[in-house]
């Protein structure tokens, strides 16, 4: 008995993680990124001794340009100074089932997602929860019926208006786009699975620009789609790889990573590909799963690699 329960919560945990694609990777075929070279990843991030992450979900900049990991370890979060200088770790496991998407809004407030428990929390900078959205069960948020549920939420984004935009549906989720208000009440929604204008296969990552136009990851489907803050689309851009994470630096240039097919890249303001960086591996400067990507002040770029857990850097050559 005890087996089969281990096996079916193994299975149950499973089913909420991205699964590489039966096929080939797919490099982006761009002209590389000279500015750039990868540090080896064992002695970019200086953790305590004895202290391992579990599978890197997320990176973003604090306010005061520190990096902070987000990772399904024993802690969930890491704090570090971009030179590598640990800083200290925080953090309630217990909060957590598969942790997945890092962001801190205009006011300071962190943004945590979870794909496992179906949740949406603010936190304050130790990780104090402010808000949870979501009841920690999958199904549908539907005010008329009273039900307030995500399945699968991957992502957040705050526009100009304090408004909170989730984005949804990761494996088994329905894919879509949910709208609040910045005390958590619900707005509306859009998107479903599909591959048209405004549809998504798995909307894996959200981004909003100073002027409050949308850009979600349309993961396995290719391409960043734009909309404004109704839901109306604005238009795609297509590549020829996985678009996984998105980043918006202040320099005005996107930033993307391709997942398994292991690369990130940097985009014009119109959506062209400028350069790219990695390949799939375990090597240095290689991912087993590109997830999430930030820059720091230094424009120095650090990934979330799930799969080979730990933080890829690449150091800004200017």
């Known amino acids: ?3 089969l329960i281990a096996l079916t919560l193994l299975v149950a945990s499973s089913s909420a993680l991205a699964q590489r694609p039966d096929r080939p990777s797919l490099p982006l075929n761009a002209y590389s990124l000279p500015d750039y070279h990868a540090v080896d990843a064992a002695v970019a991030l200086h953790l305590p001794a004895g202290v391992v992450f579990g599978s890197v979900a997320a990176v973003t900049m604090t306010p005061d340009n520190h990096l902070l990991v987000l990772n399904r370890g024993e802690v969930p979060f890491y704090e570090f100074a971009t030179d590598g ?5 925080f953090g309630n496991k217990e909060l957590f ?3 997945h998407g890092l962001r801190f809004g205009p006011d300071g407030a962190l943004w945590v997602t979870d794909i496992g428990n179906h949740s949406v929390y603010k936190m304050d900078a130790n990780g104090n929860v402010q808000m949870t959205l979501g009841t920690g069960k999958a199904g549908d948020w539907d005010e008329a019926k009273g039900e307030h549920m995500f399945n699968q939420p991957n992502e957040t984004a705050i526009d100009s208006h304090g408004n909170i935009y989730v984005a949804q549906g990761h494996t088994s989720g329905e894919p879509k786009v949910l709208k609040f208000d910045r005390d958590g009440k619900f707005i509306k929604q859009w998107g479903h699975k599909g591959t048209g204008p405004g549809e998504f296969f798995a909307a894996h990552s959200i981004e909003i620009d100073k002027n409050d136009t949308l850009y979600v990851a349309d993961r396995e489907n290719m391409r960043i789609e734009r909309f404004d803050t109704e839901g109306k689309f604005l238009g795609e851009w297509k590549f020829g790889a996985m678009v996984c994470g998105l980043y918006l630096h202040k320099d005005g240039f996107l930033y993307f990573t391709s997942g398994f097919d292991g690369e990130w890249a940097k985009l014009d303001p119109d959506g062209k590909v400028l350069g790219s960086l990695g390949s799939p591996g375990k090597a240095n400067g ?7 990507l930030v820059l720091d002040a230094q424009n120095d770029v650090f990934v979330a690699d799930v799969s080979n857990r730990r933080v890829q850097l690449y150091r800004h050559d200017p």
């Open 286 to 292: 290689q991912f087993g799963e590109a997830h999430y």
């Open 85 to 89: 200088t640990f800083i200290r770790s």
């Open 1 to 3: 008995m005890r087996f």
């Open 97 to 99: 089932r598969v942790a």
